[in-house]
């Protein structure tokens, strides 16, 4: 499986961006896609997470009601709506795919693929 995030950029707070993830060698042994970010001197944590069979969303607390996760199977792209950008979503944000059963989809340590990254800086 590889990925290849983009979209990333330099905003002012409240702004919105769009991240993208494109795929290829997604296969049915593929349970789960998901957003993690790293700011400096933070470990990686999970954002939105994908869940492909049922198509369950997942968010974390702090993007909640603010990002929107969704995919476009005939482009094999996942995207991150993002809105009402704070400076504290910035980070690399990276891209991932995995076989996590349910309760690990926000593990990090579930997933194998990663994305090389895609940098989101938010100015106040």
């Known amino acids: 499986v590889q990925l290849q995030a983009s979209g990333g950029g330099l905003v002012q707070a409240g702004a919105s961006l769009r991240l993208s993830c494109t795929t290829s060698g997604v296969t049915f042994s593929t349970r789960a896609m998901s957003w993690f970010r790293q700011a400096p001197g933070k470990e990686r944590e999970f954002v939105a997470g994908?869940?492909?069979?049922?198509?369950?969303?997942y968010y974390a607390d702090s993007v909640k009601g603010r990002f929107t996760l969704s995919r476009d199977r005939a482009m094999n792209t996942m995207f991150l709506e993002m809105n009402s950008l704070k400076p504290e979503d910035t980070a690399v944000y990276y891209c991932a795919a995995g076989r996590p059963i349910l309760s690990q989809v926000r593990a990090r340590d579930a997933y194998v693929n990663w994305g090389q990254g895609t940098q989101v800086t938010v100015s106040s």
């Open positions: 994908l869940w492909l069979s049922g198509g369950n969303k």
